[in-house]
């Protein structure tokens, strides 16, 4: 693991606290994961966790914006957010179809009681914090 300095907006920390406590606590271990993810690829020295459409976001140089939420009309979900107009979620689907359940070409959602594929998410979550760097290869390396 490389020293990531996380650069974050105090603002994110508010959102966290107003989602439920159940909720809260699945939204947090996404966010273990995304900054364990980047921690562990050499060439990403820092993060930025801000808010974007009010949802907390991560961004580094040559990634892809990754955002994580829960909403309210959807109360027994949450998900990880994908540029919907990179190849990201498409890729996903084709190599991890048996794995996890999609929203369109944007996201990857879990239910609440859900057992989430640790390794699975982290190399997607990967492929999105390095996607500038893995765009033009074949399922962006995944496969």
């Not at 994961?33 to 580094?60: C, F, M, N």
Request: charged letters at 25%.
């Amino acid at each position: 693991m490389n020293n990531l300095q996380i650069k974050t907006n105090p603002d994110v920390e508010l959102v966290f606290n107003n989602y439920p406590e159940a909720v809260r606590n699945k939204i947090l271990h996404l966010r273990r994961l995304i900054l364990e993810t980047a921690s562990e690829i050499e060439e990403i020295k820092d993060i930025e966790e801000t808010l974007k459409w009010g949802e907390p976001s991560y961004l580094v140089k040559k990634g892809s914006t990754i955002r994580i939420d829960w909403k309210k009309n959807k109360p027994n979900q949450y998900a990880v957010y994908f540029k919907c107009t990179s190849k990201l979620v498409p890729t996903f689907k084709m190599v991890y179809n048996n794995k996890f359940k999609f929203e369109g070409n944007r996201a990857i959602i879990f239910q609440m009681n859900d057992k989430i594929p640790e390794t699975e998410l982290k190399k997607c979550i990967s492929m999105g914090l390095t996607y500038h760097n893995v765009k033009q290869l074949p399922l962006l390396g995944l496969g």
